[in-house]
């Protein structure tokens, strides 16, 4: 449908054809369907918009899907495979006429195809494929189903309570764990937060309660409770699908399970932690098609974009990025290195965990308990002939100073730091005992970044701020020039939250001269920060009033994300 759709939208002017070749390739590039790739360029504001556009020139009645509750027993009228291959739903039946949903109105066959199952006339009307999407997870899958499960739990007599003082036998938590109901209770949990773009489950044990939570968007979210009897039985599951230790509750154990889930491969990498009243599990996603690889979608402003990519190709020198566990660091390395990531150049990663794979790179995984540190991991690469060499973290002097010592060599090094800002990196690096001077020779960018939540597309609606709430904000003048600001009021697309998915924010410090000179000189982070930003260098604070002038992010977002400072 793209080509047609593409033609349809441009003659109604809402896109040009400039904006639907970089949408087409956009779409190629990162595996999306046409309708996504125009949101996510910005050339379209929601794929609502698209739909509606759609049905007119169509003539062709538009639903949103969100609005209205279906009847499960109508929806189920279409068999499952059908729905998701082909992103239809049925909405109502009256006497032999179904309303069906479908994001492609042009597919005759899907069509015909209903109207043979259901024995019914098809009448369509279109939806957007994403909340057609979600309309499916929810009736086929999330309606009621895990109530049923721990229903069907609670109604088998065969599973026996687990006694807080004494844990059950090996050979009974073996018999337990087969149960069907209890298998089918975990696999539902991990499938249903992976469709809901769950980046960890948590699985924690009170006095007399189970808690399960996803962390979604950064944010944990609390999920229906389980049953608390089952707690041993339900941790020994996961220990048997990531080969952990079933009789071992004392002590932590570390696994990783391996699972597919339409069509895509997931990683799981799984944690479990002895606490006084039973095991925790943590259970990190490793979803690649979760992961967001191509700078330009991850929030850059187009300036600080260009600046990261210039330095990305240099031949050698050391590119810092800082910030804390969780604010996107990986992500911003993976998607430098898959950009300059070609035939002729050696790749060479260490990484604790290596969490991603990505063909073309060499990749290892650092182990300390058996002397695999960064530091012996870098040595190690520069035996092996390396043009650009990534390292996860810098943790030790050790570590910092061949890095450094490695990018004086002819070689383009990668590298995280935990620090609070771009310009506190030199005095961090300095005092981990590597000389200043090389320091300041070596160093090419230092970038900061955090992760923010952003407003909910659906319900996102302008607000006014206050003299007082502006003067707060302490950003220059001219990048309060034109200050806006946002909510989102909460709806079924955003689960009342107001917000829905993250967007990165950026302090980019390429090293100049200027900079390099005050390295030299011992500077303060002070007078570091003052010349950088006198260079054109964008806090985080003001990146993020940017932001929220665009819409993106709401206020308190802005004030709880970042400092005066930064």
Known sequence: MSSDLSTMLVQAGKITTEQAEKAKAHATKNKEN??????????????????????????????????IELNPSVVKL????????????????????????????????VLDAIKFITGCTVQPVISPEKAIEKAIDTYYVDAGALSEIVKGLEEDSDLEVVSEDDGPSESDLL??????PLVKLVDSIISDAIRMGASDIHFEMYEKRIRVRYRIDGELREMAPLPFKYRAAIVSRIKIMSELDISERRLPQDGRIKIKISGRTVDLRVSVLPTIFGEKVVMRILDPMALMVDMTILGFRKEDLKKFEDKI???????LVTGPTGSGKTTTLYSALKQINTIDIN?????????????????????????????????????????????????????????????LTGHLVFSTLHTNDAPSSINRLIDMDVPFYLVASATKLIMAQRMMKKICKNCKEEINLTEEQVKNLKVPDDVLKGIRAFKGKGCSDCNQTGKAGRTGIY????????IEHLILKKAPDSDIRKCALSEGMFSLRMCAVEKMKNGDVALEEVVSTTSVSS
């Open 34 to 67: 046409f309708q996504d790739a125009l949101v996510s360029i910005g050339a379209i504001a929601s794929q609502d918009e698209i739909a509606k556009l759609v049905g007119k020139n169509l003539k062709i009645g538009t639903l949103r899907l969100n609005d």
């Open 78 to 109: 279409i068999p499952l495979d059908i729905a998701r291959k082909f992103k239809v739903i049925a909405i109502t039946k009256l006497n032999k006429n179904l309303l069906v949903a479908i994001s492609d109105p042009n597919n005759i066959y």
């Open 175 to 180: 018999s337990q764990i087969q149960d069907k």
């Open 313 to 319: 190709h240099l031949p050698y020198g050391i590119i």
């Open 347 to 407: 790749i060479m990663t260490a990484e604790d965990p290596v969490e991603f794979n990505f063909d073309g790179i060499n990749q290892v995984a650092v182990k300390s308990e058996i002397g695999m540190t960064f530091a012996a991991a870098l040595r190690s690469f520069l035996r092996q002939d390396p043009d650009v060499i990534m390292v996860g973290e810098i943790r030790d002097g050790e570590t910092a100073e061949i890095a450094i010592r490695a990018a």
């Open 507 to 514: 302090e980019v410090m390429p090293i100049s001269s200027d």
